[in-house]
């Protein structure tokens, strides 16, 4: 019976293996004219342009495609074949990180991690691919099995699954973060300020072409034959070639959306050179200026930290998108339009699957470059966006004259958080949420190398006025106003009478006897009650209010929200006032020192004069 499982296992893989088999052509032409690239992109997957020189690939049906170009080409060895993929079973058999795990020790080790840190990482499983292999992020920080207010920042590597170096690179990142927490500030800082996912191979199939065992004759394509990092779509919404959208594509986007990472980079190889956005359009991004000085901040790492000439493509490491070539439907542009996070494409090597024994040689030149990379995602403005009751608001950021449609950010309705990367100056920011004004916020300052916290609160809280009521006659003044202030009146339990100097009410009176069917907060009223009872009120304060004042004994409300000295808030008219009564106490005997809310006071003034409490 066992034997018979097993064969039947070994015949579902052959035949998953030659449904995914496909040819995939790697090959070099000669362009003489530069703006013919954008149709070519779309037509073949061009893996990177040298002058004149372009290096595309191509699956049965973009070669067919290319070949009635009737351009001049010459196929090149596939870069995926790597007589020197030294193979490693386990963590411990990777040694020096100069070995790749075979498939089964890649997820293994992955497990482990969260095993073995199970306070710092935890793996989440996107999904499964064309291939049936699994798509694994290992996430990272303190407290991780917590949501924290945190940036999210994300690696992602070997998207082309014959693109290696970034791989090891990143199973070698997640050891070292887990391994020296706590004992290396550098990475404590990143674990315990950012929550750091990290996922080290996106296209395993294409990785494993060759079989499990091996990284020799890996492919740039997914099991079906698709370029990956050319199948996301665009923000006209068009895909590739009218592609169809992959597994592997629509995994990451639910990802993208639900997890809404602020700062991402994609790990490539073929080339050596930072690359940000934009791909799809030759327009500069808003933020060209910092994503020129992140990119920059990388390279500049690598080079100081390798032998010269490593890192060092096109402009000295760096390039826009576009301006290197034209792709549409790759997954940096995605994150940032879509997505709303910032993401640049990192080409960390041009040899793309190297010998296994080069592999520690790249950690060293890239080490710094990484955790600064991911350093950048802690700086900023950190914003957190709630309403009054502190509860998180879904809001959309705009930088004034800064922002266009594709780059504006949101907060998160989890915990209303937003990050917002800057070059250093001086902002604007304007907070949009729904069901209330919008918020601009002027001259928010972002510094190198700082984070700028910014809270902004929408709404405000009612005012409440907590009114004890004695049986009997009360004096009584409202400084607190519900929206309907004859609501008020209605709200008093076991009520007998209330009346002011010119009106009353009288519950069980028939209605054309009450003169009194509102709350005038400029007025102080009698209220006369069964029982004692304490009288609850939320509203907006009764503030702003002239109260003018006859020569002679005036009955008046007392209208701020706390209380105060006779002196300060009769100050509008201390010059004046002759005394002051509550009840049987006055102001001239030191009776009365502060006057509080929900009193109404008799005050005797010497002339007309106009009553202003202070704000
Ligand atoms: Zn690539």
Sequence with gaps: MKKLITIAILVLTLALLSAGEFNEYYFRFELKDRSLLTNLGQMISIDKVEGFQVYAYANDNEWKAFLNTGLSYQLLPHPGINPNAIMANSKADMRAWDSYPTYEAYISMMYDFAQDYPNL??????????????????VISDNVQQREAEPRLMYTATMHGDETVGYILMLRLIDTLLAGYGTDPRLSNLVNNAEIWINPNA???????????????????????????????????????????????????????????????????????VNYPWDHKYDLHVDDAWYQSI??????????????????????????????????????????????????????????????????????????????????????????????????????????????????????????????????????????????????????????????????????????????????????????????????????????????????????????????????????????????????????????????????????????????SVQIALGSIINYVQDLRLGNLSWSASEITQMQPGKGYWVLVDQDCQLNYPE
């Design 121 to 138: 990482c935890r793996i989440v499983d996107v999904g499964t691919t064309v291939g049936g292999r699994n798509i694994l992020f290992a």
């Design 203 to 273: 296209n395993p199939d294409g990785t494993y072409y060759g079989g499990n065992s091996t990284v020799s004759n890996a492919r740039r394509y997914n099991q079906n034959g698709y370029d990956l990092n050319r199948n996301f779509p665009d923000p006209n919404g068009s895909q590739y070639s009218g592609q169809p959208l992959q597994t592997e594509t629509s995994l990451m986007m639910a990802l993208g959306m639900q997890e809404r990472f602020h700062l991402v980079a994609n790990l490539h190889g073929g080339a050596e050179v």
């Design 295 to 564: 990119s920059r901040a990388f390279a500049t790492s690598a080079q100081n930290n390798s032998p010269s000439g490593y890192l060092d493509d096109l402009n000295n490491g760096i390039t826009n998108g576009a301006e290197w070539y034209v792709t549409t439907g790759n997954r940096q542009d995605w994150t940032n339009y879509a997505a709303r996070g910032r993401e640049v494409t990192i080409e960390l090597s041009n040899t793309k699957n190297p010998d296994a024994s080069t592999l520690p040689d790249y950690w060293t030149y890239n080490y710094d470059a990484l955790l600064g990379y991911l350093e950048q995602g802690l700086y900023g403005i950190h914003g957190i966006v709630k309403d009054a009751w502190n509860n998180p608001l879904p809001a959309t950021i705009s930088v004034l004259n800064h922002d266009d449609n594709l780059t504006t950010v949101e907060s998160i309705a989890a915990n209303g958080t937003f990050y917002r990367y800057l070059s250093p100056g001086s902002y604007d920011i304007k907070i949009a949420t729904n069901g209330y004004d919008d918020i601009i916020v002027e001259d928010v300052v972002v510094s190198t190398g700082l984070a700028t916290p910014l809270e902004v609160i929408f709404g405000t809280l009612p005012e409440v006025l907590e009114l004890p009521l004695a049986a009997g006659w009360n004096q009584v003044s409202f400084n607190v106003l519900p929206e309907n202030p004859a609501d008020i009146i209605s709200s008093i339990s076991n009520l007998i009478q209330i009346k002011d100097m010119n009106s009353s009410y009288n519950p069980i009176m028939a209605s054309q006897f009450n003169t009194l069917n509102t709350i005038n907060p400029a007025n102080a009223y009698y209220v006369k009650v069964s029982a004692p009872s304490v009288l609850h009120l939320e509203g907006t304060a009764a503030q702003g209010i002239d109260i003018p004042l006859k020569q002679g004994w005036n009955y008046i409300p007392y209208l701020p929200q706390e209380s105060l």
